[in-house]
């Protein structure tokens, strides 16, 4: 069965960085993408970006361009998400889900909808 | 980028009624819509793909519809389990984003 199983929760200062994991099993990791997504407290979902591990393509969301860079590792089949300069309002549950993505017209990959899900990764900025 | 909005915001039902949540998009979409189930501490569950697929294991209560920029999310008959947070999410441009959710409680 389809498993996404994430490191463990985090506490970090204002400024440091973060590196949340997410070891795949059950498929073929390098057929899919693999998406992030977080949680404030309380609050809503809001989509990070995607990295394909079929090839590395990434795709970040604007207002985290800079910040963020995610990867793969084919060999043990996980993903990386790693944020930096970390702010308290970074503080929230980050997951990670298994994405199809196609390529269209011009090129450039768009991914489908999240249809397996990691545990979530707790990571809380506080001084 | 496009925006997402969901009504109610919050829906107090009773088991046994029939829900309906809805969502829409800031621009068309197509059919590029999935629909999502939260349970607190819990990771989400997709529920509906492209806007109207039921994901395989999600009971036949739960239906979707809809194209373009309005679509619903349906529970014929809520059952105890079904209260939970719902979410809707478009993934037709290169950014996918996700509504705002729908809180369904206990009347």
């Known amino acids: 069965q389809v498993q996404l199983v994430q490191s463990g929760a985090e506490v970090k200062k204002p400024g440091a960085s973060v590196k949340v994991s997410c070891k795949a099993s059950?498929?073929?990791?390098?057929?899919?993408?693999i998406s992030w997504v977080r949680q404030a407290p309380g609050q809503g979902l809001e989509w990070m970006g995607w990295?394909?591990?079929?090839?590395?393509?990434?795709n970040y969301a604007q207002k985290l361009q800079g910040r963020v860079t995610m990867t793969t590792d084919t060999s043990t089949s996980t993903a990386y998400m790693e944020l930096r300069s970390l702010r308290s309002d970074d503080t929230a549950v980050y997951y990670c889900?298994?994405?199809?993505?196609?390529?269209?017209?011009?090129?450039?990959?768009?991914?489908?909808?999240?249809?397996?899900w990691g545990q979530g990764t707790l990571v809380t900025v506080s001084s | 980028d496009i925006q997402m909005t969901q009504s109610p915001s919050t829906l107090s039902a009773s088991v046994g009624d029939r829900v309906t949540i809805t969502c829409r998009a800031s621009?068309?979409?197509?059919?590029?819509l999935a629909w999502y189930q939260q349970k607190p501490g819990k990771a989400p569950k997709l529920l509906i793909y492209k806007a109207s697929s039921l994901e395989s294991g999600v009971p036949s209560r739960f239906s979707g519809s809809g194209s373009g920029t309005e679509f619903t999310l349906t529970i014929s008959s809520l059952q105890p389990d079904d209260f939970a947070t719902y979410y809707c999410?478009?993934?037709?441009?290169?950014?996918?984003?996700f509504g705002p959710g729908t809180k369904v409680d206990i009347k």
């Open positions: 990295i394909s591990a079929y090839n590395g393509n990434t």
């Open positions: 999410q478009q993934y037709n441009s290169y950014s996918p984003s």
């Open positions: 621009q068309s979409i197509s059919s590029w």
């Open positions: 889900a298994r994405t199809t993505y196609y390529y269209d017209s011009s090129g450039y990959p768009k991914t489908y909808y999240f249809d397996y």
């Open positions: 059950g498929y073929t990791f390098t057929s899919y993408g």
